[in-house]
């Protein structure tokens, strides 16, 4: 700077100049930029967070830039560069703010899948959602740690489900809360088990076996059991009966698949023995009977439908000597008929000769016939 001093009195005063040297120091450029409000994880940088104002035109810079996306946190710092348009007059400037990033609430949404009764509340999961998770996030944030349980154990259709202790975890899961998990319901159905009714037999007139069946080893869990009894389709004749369930079972918590049988009433063996008989020779034949040794209760043969046929080889003419007596065609619906074979005797007749009453007779007459008659037998 110079400065020229012209005197008033320039007759005794003479002109003078002076130049010094001063330093002008360049405006301070000034930011105007307030903290901006939360805003939640999955929300870009915008211009209502990076809005910082100078005090003179200029070009502003901010860090991170525009569109960043932040990670969950707070007290997260957003900085500001500025440069002066009149840089000749004006200085750059910077300025930090500091911004809270929430983070984003998300739902978990669980299906379950049905099982078969096993005995505990345990629930089985099927899927798991996150509602509310970025897509480019799905990879690294799950639902975790928790437990889902029956009311109870028991078998039923659309049972209530209820869970405890579900977190988030994976690599992005701090940026998100979780507010809420929705559980929904499934079905337990009864275990399927195979009762196999085994085959019984008895012999007409017995009483009924106990009706057993085979059940495959562990098909009922620890602390289950079965209940009630086999039955059969009623009657006591010989014959095949079907074996039923009738009132079996194992609770609600089984489904029974029941594989049948028969009880056979087998037919009970009755023993028809001829009686033994005798006669004398060219006597008639006697009336051939037989003894029952078998019969059920009070029956007697009249249960037989068709009686017992008797014969014998021998005739009212057949000599002395032992026949054979012969069942045969007995039939009865509910007996095993077999024979013992009895014997006919035929005895010799005792034979009483009488001669005809004797004329007198000299020795010296001439040869004359006897005449006699026999009691039984031959001719005489």
Do not use: C, H
């Not at 860090?63 to 840089?87: C, I, M």
């Not at 109870?152 to 690599?171: E, F, Q, R, V, W």
């Amino acid at each position: 700077m110079k400065v020229d001093f012209v005197p008033t009195d320039a007759a005794n005063y003479a002109s003078i100049s002076k130049t010094v040297t001063i330093n002008v120091a360049k405006a301070t450029s000034v930011i105007t930029w307030a903290n901006p409000a939360a805003i939640t994880y999955g929300t870009a940088l915008t211009a209502s967070q990076l809005n910082a104002a100078a005090n003179v035109p200029g070009t502003l810079t901010y860090t991170p830039v525009l569109n960043t996306l932040l990670n969950a946190g707070v007290n997260q710092s957003l900085k500001v560069d500025f440069v002066p348009a009149d840089a000749a007059n004006y200085t750059t400037a910077s300025k930090i703010v500091s911004l809270d990033v929430n983070r984003r609430p998300v739902n978990g949404n669980i299906i379950f899948a049905n099982k078969i009764y096993d005995g505990n509340n345990s629930a089985m999961v099927a899927s798991i959602a996150l509602n509310g998770v970025l897509a480019a996030d799905l990879a690294d944030v799950v639902l975790t740690g928790f437990t889902a349980t029956f009311a109870d154990k028991n078998a039923g259709l659309a049972k209530s489900i209820s869970t405890a202790g579900a977190t988030l975890s994976g690599a992005k899961a701090n940026n998100y809360t979780l507010s809420g998990v929705v559980s929904g319901t499934a079905a337990i159905t009864a275990k399927p088990i195979i009762i196999t009714a085994d085959a019984k037999s008895k012999i007409y007139g017995d009483m009924d076996p106990l009706l057993t069946y085979t059940l495959s080893p562990g098909a009922l869990l620890a602390g289950d059991a079965l209940s009630g009894i086999l039955s059969r389709l009623a009657g006591e004749n010989s014959g095949s009966y079907l074996i039923n369930q009738n009132n079996l079972t194992a609770g609600a918590n089984y489904t029974i698949t029941f594989n049948s049988n028969n009880l056979v009433i087998n037919r009970k063996n009755l023993v028809i023995t001829l009686d033994n008989k005798t006669k004398a020779y060219l006597a008639p034949n006697p009336l051939l009977t037989a003894s029952y040794s078998g019969f059920v209760g009070s029956e007697n043969s009249n249960v037989l439908t068709t009686s017992v046929n008797i014969t014998t080889t021998a005739t009212a003419a057949s000599p002395s000597g032992i026949y054979p007596i012969t069942g045969s065609g007995a039939i009865a619906a509910n007996y095993a008929i077999s024979y013992v074979t009895g014997t006919l005797t035929v005895l010799s007749s005792p034979q009483t000769i009488t001669f005809d009453v004797l004329a007198n007779k000299l020795s010296t007459d001439p040869v004359f016939n006897l005449t006699a008659t026999s009691s039984a037998g031959l001719t005489v």
